[in-house]
């Protein structure tokens, strides 16, 4: 059946009611997190400032499975469950024997996977009585989900867009504002660490470091704000298990178990939230290779050091044991897509340095490429950030038509490209360059990370 | 079951497999398209130099369905069967006892209707043998409707668009050239129509009627190119049917049938997808209210004539009969949304001038209203074209409130707002105004008609 179709669907009924745990599956203990001041492992009191109690007991929780909220689960209706395709027409392009299917994050309101943790988490906020949330967006795909969420939950928003993005990008700021979201370029001269970071730097185009520190100081300094990160966290990896969960359902409609899952990295949700549910199969002997995506420009899991490191530039988010590229890292303003956070989540930092997960990083150009032959054979032009794993798709179909391997690929499809259409357009006039990251960058990182004793070196 | 659920889904086993055609159902006789130089009937050949004869054929079918080719139906499986939304939120926020439905055509890859009749158009076009199609686009949907069709049938696309649109919406631009279509700003210098307004008016900021008339010189000039129309013909609001054919499917399993049924009108093949197929049950003596919504700033159908009038400014195109403003018509540049052609779609002018059909128009400034109102209570931005016909169901919603009465209540969602957010910024920060189209301007354009007789007068 399934394999004559174009998607396989799912009812609402059908939505799965549990977000899945991967902490009590993982293959060896977690590094805790420290606190920034002390160097002392972090208890859960600490994060009272920025985050709503329920979420800091899902970061630390040992459950396998967590019930999805009643309230979370009617607004995940307006466009859960999502379609799994199956990408007959890129297969074709390729001539591969490989089947490809793709789980398609776009059709959410904002655009990308990022609503699924974003309602979760202005759901938790409002329970606990809390008015305002503050946070810290990229590219602006981070900050129009928590703006779409804060919308429909009654919440006040405040987004910190990199100025970068925010002066190249002015149409993810204004779909922010059209949902009453007020949002503002960073650094700023709202907070401290934006007057500190202008103050020697003027023009400084911003990061995700930065914007986190502002966020973070927003949220601690008002009684009535929590602070929302979009990534990293292990409460964001939970609430983006549905796509995973729900991948693996619409397989097994199909017949299917899959060969190969790729996914973009930036902070790693998006990626965690495809594969967990397919990396607890893996624990338990299961064959699949697990591919994390991330560009060259922004090289963390691929070439970063596996050691603690501050979650932010202004050192006030907690210090954790991830891949990372040094948290004073600015990324290279060539660079088109998001993806361009120094870490990343330590859950998956720890299955990548475990094997389980497996690292690749991709120059942007040979990204764009892929992109365009997926949109110019499927119809759908994918983020730029989600170009990556289509990058690697690609290549795996293209392997399988050397070998003859009939192998079953599963793509995290996490976004549109609407909002990046004038990257598309420097691709397209020979603007966009690639970048290698220089090993000095890393190695002078090396100097700046906290003097903290890891308990599980 | 269904009033439990947000969306109502089909399977896409459950697609519908005919388009139904509206000519042998009409309360009476269609005056004929008349030649545009002889004003004499058109005959079938007449037409060959600029659509397919497959294409010519369903202009003219007396048929009540045609049946949909394998091909169309399998890139209408990216995003087909489109879900019915039922508004719970909507109806929550404005606390009316009316049951609002959305047919949310959004998510098809460029995202609109448009697509519906693009592939069928771009599928016919090449079983003939044609290379290229040329069209022409005002801000962008179909444009980049046929580009993506064109892309996926292995087509040529050049799209003349018209060029203030150009200039200020270049990500649609850039859209179609991901897909590979060529897009010239009009009127260019490509053609005698665009060369010749130039000449008089070299900064003219172009209308779709010149755009035609540059599409249409462009196919007729050009031995292996045709032409396509987005809107206004018979074999696009065919195609379109899918809508309404799949709309009227969900309301049936979720035991409705509606009261209403509201669609915005550009040429009409929107609304007329939508409600064609339930104009069939009320010519059988079903009640229903169907609702065209139109902006004030482009009257057709509430204030335009309802006589012959040439398709496009040059006079190139057939001559039809129509609701018209004038071939001359040039958009207000103070105007946010499309709906910007000076005529509409025979079939439904006839059903308005017949009573079958209510026609309203509204400013601008409530409808950014209402599609705000929308936006932050479902999550979905509407495009400002939608937004007429949004603003139409939360009036007749608020009514409801007034009178208590429970109807049930259908919009044709056509399309998102992703490339307008610049005209949301500008209601936002206050620089949109109303414009009334002036009365002058109505009788000025009577004087333009064609001399032409018209024999069902």
Same mark, same amino acid.
């Given at each position: ?107 959410? %309101? ?100 930065? *914007?986190?520190?502002?966020? !973070? ?44 899952? !790729? ?35 922004? %090289? ?13 530039? *202004? ?30 989540? %330590? ?34 032009? %994918? ?68 003097? !903290? ?5």
């Amino acid at each position: 059946m399934a394999s004559e179709e174009t998607k396989i669907t799912l009812r609402e009924s059908e939505l799965p009611q549990r977000w899945y745990n991967i902490n009590p599956d993982l293959p060896a203990p977690l590094a805790p997190p420290l606190h920034p001041k002390t160097g002392k492992p972090l208890a859960p009191g600490d994060l009272a400032p920025l985050f709503p109690m329920a979420l800091i007991m899902q970061e630390v929780s040992m459950e396998p499975y967590i019930e999805i909220p009643d309230e979370v689960m009617r607004i995940y209706r307006l466009w859960r469950p999502t379609p799994l395709y199956r990408a007959h027409r890129l297969e074709k392009h390729l001539g591969t024997p490989a089947r490809i299917y793709y789980k398609n994050e776009s059709f959410s %309101p904002p655009g990308s996977h990022k609503p699924n943790t974003a309602v979760a988490q202005a759901y938790y906020n409002k329970q606990e009585g809390v008015k305002r949330i503050a946070t810290e967006t990229g590219a602006g795909q981070w900050g129009s989900a928590l703006a779409f969420a804060c919308c429909l939950m009654g919440l006040e928003c405040t987004v910190y867009m990199v100025r970068a993005s925010y002066e190249q990008k002015p149409y993810r700021r204004m779909l922010m504002e059209s949902w009453g979201a007020a949002c503002y370029p960073s650094p700023s001269d709202l907070t401290n660490a934006g007057r500190t970071i202008r103050a020697k730097d003027p023009d400084s185009p911003g990061s995700l470091g930065i *914007a986190i520190s502002e966020a !973070v100081e927003d949220a601690a300094t008002h009684d009535d704000t929590k602070y929302s990160l979009g990534s990293v966290l292990n409460h964001v990896l939970l609430h983006q298990t549905i796509v995973g969960l729900e991948a693996k359902e619409q397989l097994r409609l199909a017949g299917e178990e899959p060969d190969i899952i !790729v996914g973009c990295v930036g902070g790693g949700s998006n990626f965690s939230g495809l594969a967990f549910p397919f990396v607890k199969d893996k624990l338990k002997g299961k064959q699949v290779d697990i591919i994390a995506c991330e560009p060259e420009a922004c %090289p963390t899991l691929t070439r970063g050091l596996y050691r603690y490191d501050y979650g932010d530039t *202004a050192q006030l988010a907690p210090v954790v044991k991830m891949y990372t590229l040094g948290h004073t890292f600015v990324p290279e303003p060539i660079h088109a897509g998001g993806l361009r956070y120094h870490g990343d989540a %330590p859950q998956l930092c720890l299955l990548v340095n475990k094997g389980v997960i497996e690292a690749r990083a991709y120059h942007q150009l040979a990204t764009f490429e892929a992109a365009l032959t997926f949109a110019r054979a499927e119809g759908f032009l %994918p983020a730029p950030e989600t170009a990556h794993c289509v990058r690697a798709a690609v290549d795996e179909a293209l392997k399988c038509k050397q070998t003859g391997q009939e192998k079953c690929i599963l793509i995290a499809y996490s976004g549109h490209g609407f909002f990046d259409l004038a990257a598309y357009d420097k691709y397209h006039t020979g603007q966009l360059e690639d970048y290698e990251y220089p090993q000095e960058k890393i190695e002078a990182a090396l100097k700046e990370l906290p003097q !903290v004793t890891d308990p599980t070196a």
